[in-house]
């Protein structure tokens, strides 16, 4: 892998370590020690989500403009600026305010990051996306294992925490990120070769497409919400809790290459992969619908991952292969943007529904939304003139 990728990875596992101390106990701390709903507590991440696909949107868009080291010093800033402020106010209003900043400028970020990325190693393919993802969830395990620890014995450390590493993230990214050169429309330019009618058609993919993708997310962040709250009412600690999303990221870190070089083998396209992920997930809901002690979502957290490492790289794969030259941060704006909109809906939708009915009502919504995502998985590049696979050139189909 080039530098410059190995430079991204770095940050984007500090960056996700940062927040993992915090985001699988958002739900817990609202709840829990602030007293709220889970409705309000819903409320409370939507409104964070909402601001976070603004931020992917402008992010990619900016992106195209500026360039990626510019776009993520912006979003790093912003997103600084609020964790200091959350250190030493936390209260009710104060974590209201503080969590719409920071989703805002977490949404620059990542758009940028993995447009960089595909940028610097394009012959990669798929691989310098899952180099990211892998990354991604190495935060993840580093940030919630440490996270649920911490957490026992304060949650004033934990906000201390995401600074400290947020900090770290401004200095990697200060001195690491801006002697990296991509190739990206900085003029925000479309490349003329490529028709109108073949980009709207590419466009109109990635919506259907991400459709699914949103439904995937919405089902996927119930395990940071309503599950982890129902966790704590069965008297599961918060230390096992957390050990669940450690176990997620350590599968990941391992699993990924394993699973790479199982699909380079089978040659398999990627919207066979996507349904593959989607009918695991089913499983997973399957499984942790029917649990009552750790054991049982240990199992549940296990298949989850599984199936989360066949579906979310290959989206911003699929984006990156039909995004038209100078458009490819504002492609992953909107996966990014996607992924967002699903965790802004799914906790005040899984909210709702435990708190008008129960959780087994909450399961079988949520294996629907599983049902219809694999239909728009099957149905996205029927206007196309040939399938996306593994290994595609960047811009053609």
Not at 50 to 59: E, K, R
Not at 287 to 305: D, E, P, R
Request: proline content about 3%; overall charge positive.
């Amino acid at each position: 892998m080039p530098r410059a990728l190995w430079l991204l990875i770095i940050g984007m596992i500090v960056n996700v370590t940062g927040s993992s101390f915090l985001w699988p106990l958002n739900t817990i701390y609202i709840h829990d020690h602030l007293g709220k709903s889970l409705s309000v507590a819903g409320i409370v991440l939507m409104l964070n989500s909402a601001a976070s696909v603004i931020g992917n949107l402008y992010g990619g868009s900016l992106f195209d403009k500026i360039g990626g080291y510019k776009s993520i010093i912006l979003g790093i800033s912003i997103t600084l600026a609020a964790l200091i402020g959350l250190t030493f106010w936390h209260g009710w209003l104060a974590y209201i305010v503080f969590q719409i900043i920071i989703g805002f400028g977490t949404g620059i970020i990542f758009p940028s990051m993995y447009a960089m990325a595909g940028s610097v190693w394009k012959e990669g393919g798929r691989k310098a996306f899952n180099a990211i993802y892998v990354a991604q969830n190495l935060g993840v395990a580093l940030g919630a294992s440490l996270g649920g620890i911490v957490a026992a014995h304060s949650f004033q450390l934990i906000f201390l925490a995401n600074t400290v590493m947020y900090v770290l993230f401004l200095l990697i990214a200060v001195f690491g990120y801006k002697g990296i050169l991509v190739d990206s429309g900085k003029q925000g330019t479309i490349d003329i070769n490529v028709p109108t009618v073949t980009n709207r058609k590419n466009l109109y993919a990635l919506l259907i497409l991400c459709t699914g993708y949103l439904l995937c997310w919405v089902a996927y962040v119930q395990w940071p919400t309503t599950i982890a709250s129902y966790t704590q009412e069965i008297h599961i600690s918060l230390t096992q809790y957390s050990l669940l999303w450690s176990i997620n990221g350590a599968l990941i870190v391992v699993g990924q290459p394993l699973l790479n070089s199982v699909l380079k083998h089978l040659t398999a396209s990627l919207k066979l992969q996507m349904i593959i992920g989607i009918g695991i997930f089913i499983v997973s809901f399957l499984v942790a619908g029917k649990a009552t002690v750790f054991s049982g979502f240990l199992v549940g957290m296990i298949i989850l991952t599984i199936g989360e490492m066949f579906i979310w790289p290959a989206v911003p794969t699929v984006a990156f292969d039909l995004a038209p030259k100078g458009r490819e941060g504002f492609y992953q704006g909107i996966v990014n943007s996607t992924a967002t909109g699903g965790r802004m809906v799914g906790p005040l939708m899984g909210g709702m529904i435990v708190d008008m009915y129960n959780m087994s009502a909450l399961f079988i919504v949520l294996i629907v939304l599983f049902l219809i995502a694999i239909i728009t998985t099957l149905l996205y590049d029927r206007s196309l003139k040939t399938k996306m696979v593994s290994g595609t050139i960047h811009g053609q189909i």
